[in-house]
């Protein structure tokens, strides 16, 4: 019997620590949601599972980091995968480690742009899904990810990224998303960010009440 | 102290007068313009706004028998909301502010929604879910203004569920005896029809919901009871799944459910079971109250008042898209409401 222990409680997945073949891994565990029927949980969740497990294991091949997969079954919701140790990106955006925050908020716009150039969009990228590890951003649950084609999904990975610096980092929102923006087009090429930022745009001017849409629509 | 405060964004006109001791609400007058058929018509809306507005602030000082000049300060929503319709709210209180001389205070209709909620419910710091025809948020306070944390792309889930109840010939009316159509027809829904079930990060969008929706309902192939449960269950269950990312990203212990949708009791036990399971206390506003009214504008504009939030008369203008997460909420610093 391979001990388990509680690692996190996320909002769709229970995330255990535990080993496989002896390696440190976290069990990551689709739970049945009870204010769900039964028929459309069963669906998200096995759905979910089959498409994140087959997202991370493309990035992982393409050298963007992410935690290697090393088991899965989705009928039961479960992946297994490699435990990547650090602290959130989140915690590290304040004052007094502003310069790192920004260096690892643009290696993260590459390592996005790369991820959108494989035609895989995140889905839920926010600060508090990258872990530093090894001096290197990992993206972590892509519980939300897609293979996608269209601009409008890449752009709306942007556009939460944009909403988080907003919403929990209004302070620094400025610099980071110019850190971001520099990471990604160097990556993606000018022409494509400058593409992809139009489509942000449209999206957030979509949205009721924007301050934007405003002053264009006078 | 007491406050009047004036509600006209869409299709209530609502004149509220409230003070900072107990009993908190001395006077709810209400007109409402209801559309002979289809959705609001602004200019209808405002129309009948200037034709019934006089009588209801007159009736609304009738019931707590003062007049104007024992009022402290008239506040009223300058938006968000339908253009003809503030238009008309805001011309009636700057008319009032310049005529007896008093403060006019200006109010976030939004904010306004959560503070009505929280003083009647006794919720203190929650994670609010905004639901009405107009508006689908996930928000929550942080740093001195209550910072979005979720919405719809596109469509709320009001205007969602009113326009496919609509389309298939179920309404108007919308709502029968506290129940909205939708709800009503998917009672007798067996059948899970797969729906597209979008949510992006914190956000969800409905648009592509509707048109799957309708599309199903025209293929002739299900029933519409089967696709009113599949529509009910896939809209409702996208919004529960937010306001819990919401959660586990504040670190909220509290729910507050605010706006008209919000009285849904389907939804309702939705939350209760994700509250449940996460240990976290969902609070609803009184169904009178989630709709909108003058108290509520009555209410924020006192709370503002203390915090000296004036409007200049020939400054107050409407904003129709006046965002939740532009406005201060100082109050909220000193642990305000009731108390503070």
């Not at chain 1, 963007?64 to 140790?85: F, R």
């Amino acid at each position: 019997m391979v001990k388990a222990v509680m690692h996190a409680l996320g909002a769709e997945a229970l995330l255990l620590r535990t080993t496989f073949l002896g390696i440190e891994v976290i069990a990551k565990v689709r739970v049945r949601k009870p204010y769900r029927s039964r028929e459309l949980d069963e669906a998200l969740r096995r759905r979910r599972t089959e498409v994140e497990a087959k997202i991370i294991s493309q990035l992982r091949l393409a050298g963007v980091p992410v935690p290697a997969v090393l088991y899965v079954d989705p009928s039961d919701g479960l992946i297994l995968l490699e435990y990547v140790e650090g602290p959130l990106l989140k915690e590290l955006i304040k004052e007094d480690s502003l310069g790192r925050a920004r260096k690892y908020v643009e290696a993260l716009g590459r390592y996005v742009a790369l991820m959108h150039g494989l035609g895989i969009a995140h889905g839920d990228l926010t600060t508090s899904n990258v872990i530093i590890f090894r001096d290197t951003p990992y993206i972590i649950d892509f519980g939300l990810s897609r293979f996608t084609t269209k601009m409008e999904d890449f752009g709306t990975d942007i556009h939460l990224f944009i909403r988080v610096l907003e919403s929990a980092h209004f302070r620094f929102k400025e610099v980071l998303l110019r850190s971001f923006l520099k990471g990604y087009s160097s990556v993606a090429g000018r022409e494509r960010s400058r593409e992809l930022m139009d489509i942000v745009k449209e999206i957030r001017m979509r949205g009721r009440y924007v301050e934007e849409r405003r002053k264009v629509g006078g | 102290m007491v406050v009047l405060g004036i509600e006209s964004t869409a299709h209530t006109f609502g004149v509220g007068i409230v003070q900072d001791s107990e009993p908190l609400i001395l006077a709810d007058a209400r007109t409402k313009y209801v559309p002979e058929k289809g959705g609001i018509h602004p200019r209808e809306a405002s129309l009948h706004f200037m034709s019934e507005g006089p009588s209801t602030i007159l009736e609304a000082f009738r019931q707590v028998g003062i007049t104007p000049d024992e009022v402290d300060a008239f506040s009223v929503a300058l938006g968000p909301g339908l253009g003809p319709c503030l238009r008309v709210g805001a011309t009636f209180a700057r008319a009032l502010s310049a005529y007896y001389g008093k403060p006019l205070v200006p109010v976030n209709h939004a904010v306004a929604h959560i503070e009505i909620g929280k003083v009647l419910t006794g919720a203190e710091d929650p994670l609010i879910v905004y639901l009405s025809g107009g508006n689908t948020i996930i928000a929550a306070y942080e740093a001195g203004r209550y910072r979005v944390f979720g919405e719809t792309l596109d469509i709320a889930l009001g205007n969602f569920i009113d326009t496919f109840v609509r389309e298939v010939g179920l309404a108007p009316p919308y709502v029968v005896e506290g129940k909205h159509q939708l709800e009503i027809c998917a009672e007798s829904g067996k059948r899970f029809v797969d729906l597209p079930y979008v949510v992006k990060g914190q956000d969800v969008s409905f648009s592509g919901l509707l048109t799957a929706a309708l599309k199903a309902y025209r293929s002739g192939k299900w029933g519409l009871p089967d696709i009113c449960l599949s529509v009910r269950e896939v809209a409702y269950s996208a919004i529960v799944e937010v306001a819990e990312r919401g959660l586990s990203h504040t670190g909220k212990k509290e729910i507050l459910l605010v706006g008209g949708v919000a009285a849904s009791r389907v939804l309702r036990d939705k939350f209760e079971a994700m509250a449940k399971e996460r240990g976290v206390s969902v609070y609803v506003v009184p169904p009178k109250y989630a709709v909108d009214n003058g108290v509520m504008i009555a209410w924020t504009g006192l709370l503002a008042f203390r915090e000296g939030v004036t409007v200049k008369v020939e400054e107050a203008r409407v904003n129709q898209r006046w965002r939740l997460d532009e406005v201060d909420i100082p109050w909220m610093s000193r642990g305000g409401g009731r108390d503070g």
